[in-house]
């Protein structure tokens, strides 16, 4: 029996998959009606200060024809004052004891306005608390959110106002938007914070009305930057997950964040060392719905993985990430075309000839067009295959046998005790060597 | 007639008539444009007879740069919305269509061709295209079909100036007469004749050569001409009863259905169409929605004979059209109208190595089918008179003998292209033969 559960930071959920601080968890009802649907656990869309928003407040990335590829938005914290959250939250937690309850806060940067909304979250029977050092828009203008993420300094001073009070799970969530995420992560872990979510929002801007030069999405005529979310930030935030992961000062549990729409995107971050996963942008698309095929396409995985619990996932790619200068020169791999599956649209000989290295032929045979490699001229860059609209027709096909490694690093000591410096020629007697030919 | 099928209400005609492939939504268009793969030397566009730049025109879609879509489709092909329309796409573009191996359904080229073309003519026509300067040269076009345009349009903007001779009140020949009006309309047709006429060439309706004008005389107005006539008269049964009435051909029962008053188009109940061509198809259909009840095709070879291409067929049978196979018409039956047609049997010998197989009537095999209408669509002979008057022209089979390399007849300033050089094809490759002949023309009279 496969068991999802997970534990991050000592918040504790039937399954790692909650709702990010977000219009999604915004209320008793919407929170209730996730968890009737699966959801795990929420962190209740950040309460605090009081605020008002504007409208419109989304703008969207359409990518050929796709609606919401990524989806930027300049919506506040929560709308709704602090007794009214707090009241619901409450009351949420005592229908659904057994999921995770995590409450998203912000407030001014007062020690005591921390302290006190601190105590009323414990009051509320929470699970756990996420500080929102995340939010790149509005509240940034006002001193909170990112203004306190982008400097380690504030950071770890507001968590420590915070987990010198609370009784319950600390999480601090970051924002992207700065230049290292390692630093504000570390800045949370000498404050005493329980765990990491990452990312927030990207600083965007999301797109401008060519007929009407209207910067989106558009308040009247005004505009600003919003925060960029959903598919299109996956890169990004698997990245971010892992340098905060491998970072060995940091070494807290993490709730990977940042464009995740199903099973398979939730274990790319657990594979990076996630705990537990948040969602949103997924959610405001299709509905809580989506996370039934979350729950359930992860358990056949695991089930067909011979998994039994996802601390048997965690982390398991992270020891493959190594610098460049560790990777061995003398891995050598050629594209190979298989004929029987081409459909010949043609597209690896164009990508090839103008975007890469010109070694797919384009040749006629009884009047039909074949694309062939020319192996010796190979790099093996993988961009034919990445742009074979057919599954399994192009591979790339390793033809050293492993046997002989030498990579940058240890070419550059063998250089050293050489004496050899690094020069055009001494790097082209290496490679004459090796059979590595270069057009 | 003996018994004619009982008319329809409005709705009901409108409605049988309605267009079988309906115009994309631009969020449709717009999706299956980026479904397509933007082949390299793609097999769509050399499956094309105008071998239009298919890739280019639907990333353009796309992109939504609508005009540069319709400018490059026009590039390649003046009757650029009837061919969207009533181009056999499933064995041309879209049944070459990489995708068909992928075992994925084809992109619609069809139907993203119509929707660059129909924004372009909802958008007033821009100009899209520059002429060359005026040659001081004119080429007399005889006829007004897809041939005959393309071929106007391309030497209008090469700066010749440019006469169509258009025997009909309507314009467009064939496009805007022969083909079933649930894939286009008439009014489609005349856009495109409005848009070739906007590069400056002249189209003079009701303008018989031979009648209101000699071919002698045009051709003395011209520098050079082209003949762009299509096919003639429908090629007869030669059996007894073809002179009762309900007898009719194929070519003006599509005329009349074409000009859209269906009420008064009379049909039979029960429908006879001899022959199993695109044209009988086209027939037998027209004959279930304008009310007929019963309409069947009979066809002296096998289903594997029929020219009739398989998604006219499949439409057909969609339609309750009943196919007797191996069945050859012997007489109509009838007073002064058709009350039914004498059949026979047929079966298939061989007539040797790479030879079609030969029907052979079936002895006493012989039978009656009640109709009330016969429609003769067994093909279409060429004009013979009028071709045989022009000195030097040489035909062969039916077919006017161009050379392939720039459509000139065997009469140096006479040339020719569209169904009158290859006996009855698409309209995508009579347009596509108008503009090699201009371009035939160009060079002949440049080099003069």
């Not at chain 2, 020949?173 to 848009?195: C, F, H």
């Amino acid at each position: 029996m496969v068991d999802l559960s997970v534990n991050c930071g000592g918040i504790k959920s039937p399954n790692p998959f909650w709702l990010a601080s977000a219009p999604p968890s915004n209320s008793a009802y919407q929170n209730c009606k996730a968890f009737e649907q699966g959801w795990g656990g929420t962190v209740w869309k950040t309460v605090g200060e009081p605020v008002m928003n504007v409208c419109n407040r989304y703008g969207s990335i359409d990518f050929n024809g796709q609606k919401i590829a990524g989806l930027n938005n300049i919506e506040l914290i929560s709308d709704r004052p602090i007794e009214v959250n707090m009241k619901e939250i409450a009351e949420t937690k005592r229908l659904w004891p057994d999921r995770a309850i995590v409450v998203s806060l912000m407030v001014e940067s007062k020690k005591e306005t921390w302290h006190d909304i601190v105590k009323r979250t414990i009051d509320t029977g929470a699970d756990g608390i996420e500080l929102n050092y995340g939010c790149p828009h509005g509240m940034s203008e006002r001193g909170m959110g990112s203004a306190v993420g982008q400097v380690p300094e504030y950071c770890k001073m507001i968590t420590e106002w915070v987990t010198e009070v609370s009784t319950i799970p600390v999480l601090v969530k970051l924002t992207p938007n700065v230049n290292d995420i390692v630093l504000p992560a570390r800045a949370a872990k000498k404050a005493n914070a329980s765990g990491i979510s990452l990312i927030n929002t990207i600083n965007s801007i999301v797109g401008i009305d060519l007929d009407t030069f209207k910067i989106m999405p558009s308040v009247a005529g005004k505009s600003s930057h919003g925060g960029f979310a959903g598919p299109a930030i996956k890169p990004i935030a698997l990245h971010m997950v892992s340098q905060v992961a491998t970072d060995k000062e940091v070494n807290l549990p993490i709730s990977g964040i940042g464009g995740i729409s199903s099973w398979r995107d939730a274990l790319e971050f657990i594979l990076l060392g996630a705990s537990s996963v948040q969602v949103c942008t997924a959610v405001m698309h299709h509905g809580f719905r989506i996370v039934k095929d979350m729950i359930e396409g992860l358990t056949f995985w695991m089930e067909e993985k011979g998994f039994n619990s996802l601390d048997e996932v965690r982390g398991r790619s992270l020891p493959q990430l190594e610098v460049f200068g560790n990777f061995n020169l003398l891995h050598k791999t050629v594209a190979r075309i298989d004929q029987d599956k081409c459909i010949h649209c043609n597209l690896c000989h164009i990508a090839c000839e103008d975007g890469a290295h010109q070694c797919i032929d384009l040749i006629t045979e009884n009047g039909n067009t074949k694309t062939v490699v020319r192996e010796s001229d190979c790099v093996g860059c993988d961009l034919c295959s990445i742009v074979c609209p057919v599954e399994g027709c192009i591979s790339m096909v390793r033809l050293d046998e492993g046997k002989e490694e030498k990579t940058w690093n240890e070419l550059m000591e063998e250089f050293k005790k050489e004496g050899k410096e690094l020069s055009w020629e001494n790097l082209g007697e290496f490679q004459k060597k090796h059979g590595i030919v270069i057009h | 007639m003996k018994n004619l099928a009982p008319k329809l209400s409005h709705d009901q005609y409108e409605k049988n008539f309605e267009e079988i492939h309906p115009p994309l939504s631009n969020n449709s268009a717009v999706a299956e444009a980026n479904r397509c793969l933007y082949c390299y030397d793609s097999p769509c566009t050399k499956a094309c007879p105008t071998h239009i730049d298919i890739p280019a025109f639907i990333k353009k879609i796309g992109t939504g740069n609508l005009l540069g879509s319709a400018k490059t489709i026009f590039e390649s092909n003046w009757a650029a919305l009837t061919c969207a329309k009533a181009c056999p796409v499933q064995v041309l573009c879209e049944g070459a269509c990489v995708f068909n191996d992928k075992e994925e359904p084809p992109i619609q080229i069809g139907r993203l061709q119509r929707f660059a073309i129909d924004n372009y003519f909802e958008k007033g026509m821009p100009s899209l295209f520059k002429a060359e300067i005026k040659k001081e040269k004119s080429v007399g076009i005889v006829g007004s079909g897809p041939a005959g345009l393309a071929c106007g349009a391309e030497l209008a903007l090469l700066g010749y100036d440019v006469i169509i001779y258009e025997a009909n009140q309507i314009p467009g020949g064939l496009n805007s007469w022969g083909i079933a009006p649930y894939k286009t309309r008439q009014s489609d047709s005349l856009k495109e004749v409005d848009l070739v006429k906007s590069f400056g060439v002249k189209v003079q309706t009701n303008m018989s050569v031979g009648r209101d004008i000699t071919f002698h005389d045009l051709k003395n107005k011209h520098d050079a001409v082209f003949l762009g006539i299509g096919l003639g008269e429908s090629t007869d049964l030669k059996i007894s009863g073809e002179d009762l009435t309900g007898v009719v051909n194929a070519i003006d029962f599509i005329e009349e259905v074409k000009k859209e008053k269906w009420s008064s188009v009379n049909i039979g109940k029960r429908v006879a169409v001899i022959g199993a061509g695109n044209t009988s198809i086209d027939a037998a259909t027209e004959s279930i929605r304008l009310g007929a009840e019963e309409v069947m095709i009979l066809y002296r070879r096998s289903e594997e004979e029929m020219s009739a291409y398989d998604f006219e067929f499949e439409l057909a049978k969609k339609d309750g059209v009943i196919f007797h196979f191996l069945t050859s018409p012997k007489r109509i039956i009838g007073k002064t109208s058709v009350e039914g047609i004498e059949c026979i049997k047929m079966t298939l010998s061989d007539a040797g190595k790479g030879r079609r197989k030969k029907p052979v009537e079936i002895p006493n095999s012989n039978y009656i089918i009640p109709v009330d209408m016969v429609i003769k669509a067994i093909g279409q002979g060429a004009k013979t008179e009028f071709l045989n008057s022009i000195t030097g022209l040489k035909i062969e089979d039916g077919k006017v003998i161009i050379n392939p390399e720039n459509y000139q007849t065997g009469n140096e300033t006479v040339f020719a292209g569209g169904d009158c050089i290859n006996g009855g094809k698409e309209v995508v490759n009579a347009a596509y033969d108008g503009k090699m002949a201009a371009h035939g023309i160009h060079k002949y009279l440049s080099g003069k």
